[in-house]
């Protein structure tokens, strides 16, 4: 394919919750478009961090380029600005040369940085500060009340450990005087995209995601966690709070049992994926296709060449 032909075409994001086979059906279309695929999962980008964010082996992704993994140390706070600016790069890249960029993940606020028309609000550390105090001293369940008192919909997109967005949020509540999600604005490309969602059964998905956690358990994701320590995982304001890691941080502790970790992180990741499945079902650009279909990778191709 010509770079001008590349550059007329959209990208293809692949979106969903946990669990539902983005990665999978990645890898096939990227194969069937000439494809590379951008990253679009906010702990992925974390470099060491394979086994609990199921990050493609190597030879998992056969032989498909991809982008944006293993692009910041744990110790490093995400930057959604930046991982915007990362990712337009990367689909500059992936078109200059002739591909087809592919973003994949399940990182609402991920994809709609890299594809659609936003900037993002400001700082005041004075206001920054002060909450991240209060999120030391009460932790971070009372200020996500707060933050469904004054945000709702911000609440349902934001977990419940997740100190640092929900700080996040409430400062952009205080210093702009309107809800988090306000500041997001009304969904409209910046990036010519098409958006794939995928979808299963809410016992499906529950069942894959704990099948997910426990051969995550066994190729070693405590051993992973307990060597990321050593690197300063737990120093990390955005990659100690990630699904998996922060349980066996609590294991490794003493806090918690091994098995109340595992249990725990079932738990947190099927609420995560309700969030998910919200936050991407508000987008009403995203068409959706049924993972169990035996002809996926087909539908998916008839969606893309639709646009």
Do not use: C
């Not at 309107?178 to 499906?204: C, I, M, N, W």
């Amino acid at each position: 394919m010509t770079a001008d032909r590349a550059a007329a075409q959209p990208v293809v994001a692949v979106v969903g919750p946990t669990g539902v086979g983005k990665s999978d059906l990645a890898i096939a279309l990227a194969r069937h478009l000439d494809g590379e695929v951008v990253n679009a999962d906010s702990m992925q980008v974390y470099r060491g961090m394979d086994v609990g964010t199921a990050k493609l082996t190597p030879a998992e992704r056969a032989g498909v380029a991809h982008h944006l993994l293993d692009v910041w140390e744990v110790r490093a706070e995400a930057s959604v600005a930046e991982y915007q600016r990362l990712a337009r790069a990367a689909f500059a890249d992936i078109r200059a040369r002739g591909h087809r960029a592919l973003l994949v993940g399940g990182s609402g606020l991920y994809v709609r940085a890299a594809l659609d028309r936003m900037e993002f609000p400001g700082t005041d550390a004075v206001v920054r500060a002060r909450l991240e105090a209060e999120l030391a001293a009460v932790g971070p369940g009372a200020l996500h009340e707060r933050l469904a008192d004054v945000d709702p919909a911000a609440a349902i997109a934001i977990l419940p450990s997740n100190g640092r967005r929900i700080v996040r949020a409430l400062e952009v509540v205080e210093i702009t005087g309107r809800p988090f999600t306000a500041s997001l604005p009304p969904a409209a490309y910046e990036v010519d995209a098409v958006q794939v969602g995928l979808t299963l059964p809410r016992d499906e998905l529950d069942r894959r995601i704990e099948q997910r956690v426990d051969r995550m358990w066994a190729a070693g994701l405590v051993d992973e966690v307990r060597r990321l320590s050593g690197a300063g995982l737990a120093e990390g304001r955005t990659a100690s709070r990630a699904l998996g890691y922060a349980q066996v941080l609590r294991h490794l502790s003493g806090e918690w049992t091994e098995e109340q970790a595992r249990d725990e992180t079932v738990r947190a990741t099927r609420r995560f994926a309700r969030r998910q499945e919200s936050w991407f079902r508000r987008d009403g650009r995203v068409v959706w296709l049924d993972a169990a279909d035996g002809h996926l990778v087909e539908a998916a191709a008839r969606v893309v060449d639709a646009a």
